[in-house]
C-alpha cells in the first residue's frame, strides 16, 4: 500500500465523515485521485465500513458486553478458520480474534442482559465440537475505545493539609 492511500487511511479512521474534497485539501492532493483511492480500497475490501464509535452507557445501561476466551482444537487442513467462521455467523458477535497465549480465540458478544450472554456461551458457543472450554469476561465500565476517551476525569484541586 502506498504512502497517500495510508494517510487517507488514517484520516477516514479518525473521523469516517470526512469527504474526499476535505481529505485533499488537508494532504495537498486532488480530490479526484482521493476518491479513486477511495473507490479503489473499498472494492479491495481494505475499507469494509465506516461507523460511529457510541458510549453505549450513555444510551442504554441494559446492554452487556462480553470478552469470552475459548479454546478449541484446530481442524486438520483448515486449522482454526471454519471454527472462527462457525462463531463469527451467529448475530451477536461483534468480533472474533486468533490468539497466542493460554487459549485460541478471543469472542466479543453483545447482548440484552447477564443472561442472554451466559446462553449464547452455554447454548451455542459451548456445544461447538471443537470448543474445549470458555471463560467469559463482562465489561463493567468503557473508559476508552478504538483511541477515543468516554469520559474525561476533572483533576482533584483540593488542597492537601498535613500536620
Request: hydrophobic residues 40%; proline residues 2%.
Amino acid at each position: 500500500m502506498n504512502e497517500f492511500k495510508s494517510q487517507i487511511l488514517d484520516l477516514l479512521k479518525e473521523d469516517a465523515r470526512l469527504s474526499p474534497a476535505k481529505i485533499a485539501t488537508m494532504l495537498g492532493a486532488e480530490e479526484a485521485d482521493v476518491s479513486a483511492a477511495i473507490d479503489e480500497m473499498e472494492k479491495e475490501h481494505v475499507i469494509v465500513k465506516y461507523a460511529a464509535v457510541v458510549n453505549w452507557s450513555k444510551v442504554d445501561d441494559e446492554k452487556v458486553t462480553a470478552l469470552i476466551e475459548v479454546e478449541c482444537s484446530p481442524e486438520r487442513g483448515r486449522g482454526f478458520e471454519s471454527i472462527a467462521e462457525r462463531i463469527y455467523l451467529y448475530p451477536e458477535v461483534k468480533s472474533v480474534y486468533l490468539m497466542s497465549g493460554a487459549y485460541d480465540l478471543c469472542v466479543e458478544i453483545d447482548g440484552k442482559n447477564l443472561k442472554e450472554v451466559a446462553s449464547f456461551v452455554s447454548n451455542k458457543l459451548s456445544t461447538i465440537e471443537s470448543v474445549i472450554s470458555t471463560k467469559t469476561f463482562f465489561i463493567l465500565k468503557k473508559y476508552k475505545q478504538d483511541g477515543i476517551i468516554f469520559e474525561e476525569f476533572e483533576d482533584d484541586h483540593r488542597l492537601l493539609i498535613s500536620p
